[in-house]
């Protein structure tokens, strides 16, 4: 490996792959995919200084904050690492957009699944 497959893959990461929500009981595909950056793309590096700054200005004087906010804050980041999403709902395309992504990531088993797959390198590696 070179600096530079180092730095391609980072580059690649940010493309985002292609990811398909599995139903949590019996694992068949959903037809709901997300596109999820690596996570040594600059767009997930950039969500995590998002996650802290996000914390810094929701804590108090005493530096605390309530599980609703870190949650909250938590979910704003994972979302940041979603580009698109291909979703049917009625025979018609649900509008790609910040509040109906959190809208689906708030369901637990969703979140558990597109936070493993931007956490795997394995799976943002590039194909060459």
Excluded: Y
């Excluded at 997300?34 to 108090?60: F, K, Q, Y």
């Excluded at 709902?89 to 969703?110: I, M, Q, Y």
């Amino acid at each position: 490996m070179t600096l530079e497959d180092i730095l391609n893959n980072v580059a690649d990461q940010d493309r985002g792959r292609e990811f398909e929500l599995l139903d949590p009981v019996n694992g068949a595909p959903t037809g709901i995919k997300l596109w999820i950056v690596g996570p040594d793309s600059v767009t997930a590096h950039r969500a995590r200084l998002a996650l802290s700054d996000e914390l810094t200005a929701m804590a108090d004087a005493e530096g605390c904050l309530t599980a609703e906010q870190r949650e909250r804050a938590r979910l704003n980041c994972l979302a940041a690492h979603v580009l698109r999403w291909e979703i049917i709902e009625d025979g018609k395309p649900v509008p790609f957009s910040t509040a109906n992504l959190l809208r689906l990531l708030r369901v637990h088993w969703v979140q558990e699944q597109a936070d493993a797959f931007a956490a795997d390198r394995a799976a943002h590696r590039s194909a060459a």
